[in-house]
T-cell receptor, first 115, second 112 residues
Framework: EPEVTQTPSHQVTQMGQEVILRCVPI?????FYWYRQILGQKVEFLVS????????KSEIFDDQFSVERPDGSNFTLKIRSTKLEDSAMYFC?????????????FGPGTRLTVT | KQEVTQIPAALSVPEGENLVLNCSFT??????LQWFRQDPGKGLTSLLL?????REQTSGRLNASLDKSSGRSTLYIAASQPGDSATYLC???????????FGAGTRLAVHP
């Protein structure tokens, strides 16, 4: 069964460093999302991406964040200068199309630890 | 702004009990609603998707209902087992590109 994959599973970085989190969505999916979950808190929407551009972003997704689909398979989230409060689990999700019958499929997550 | 609330926050039951987990949302203009399971430190496993035009979905021992007009969904777990112990998350598909808005979850412990 097709699945969303994410790498790395765990990333440790120092404050101020840039990190890139990678995702490979399901191959025929067209809509991509990033979410994050700070330890002990709710899963929060960060950004949605369609047709090679950001379709919606939350207030969390400031200028320190960017997303890219550099080729036909990868979808990346870049944090330019990490802060301690960026420590969280980051989930990538994808869906085939837009509509009520289409569920989002989630990857296993990347745990980002900023020291 | 869509808000999702889950009650109870935690539940501890003996094996075999039938359970009801509740989810409420403030804006009834949703596309769909997904229930997920999350084990500690792990990712999200999708359990059920209910479309906004549907009232109910079933998968094995799980049954989820949706009352969009009142902003409520219920996840019913029949004959609970220790392996059901996890956090259960409710998420509504909302907004222009169907982003998911999550509740804080119900942490379920089923003891033998």
């Amino acid at each position: 069964e097709p699945e969303v994959t994410q790498t790395p599973s765990h990333q440790v970085t120092q404050m101020g460093q840039e990190v890139i989190l990678r995702c490979v969505p399901i191959s025929n999916h067209l809509y991509f999302y990033w979410y994050r979950q700070i330890l002990g808190q709710k899963v929060e929407f960060l950004v949605s991406f369609y047709n090679n551009e950001i379709s919606e972003k939350s207030e969390i997704f400031d200028d320190q964040f960017s997303v890219e689909r550099p080729d036909g398979s990868n979808f990346t989230l870049k944090i330019r200068s990490t802060k301690l409060e960026d420590s969280a689990m980051y989930f990538c999700a994808s869906t085939e199309a837009f509509g009520q019958e289409h569920e989002q499929y989630f990857g296993p997550g990347t745990r980002l630890t900023v020291t | 702004k869509q808000e999702v609330t889950q009650i109870p926050a935690a539940l501890s039951v003996p094996e075999g009990e039938n359970l009801v987990l509740n989810c409420s949302f403030t804006d009834s203009a949703i596309y769909n609603l997904q229930w997920f399971r999350q084990d500690p430190g792990k990712g999200l496993t999708s359990l059920l998707l209910i479309q906004s035009s549907q009232r109910e979905q079933t998968s094995g021992r799980l049954n989820a209902s949706l009352d969009k007009s009142s902003g409520r969904s219920t996840l019913y777990i029949a004959a609970s087992q220790p392996g059901d112990s996890a956090t259960y998350l409710c998420a509504v598909g909302s907004g222009g590109y169907n982003k998911l808005i999550f509740g804080a979850g119900t942490r379920l412990a089923v003891h033998p």
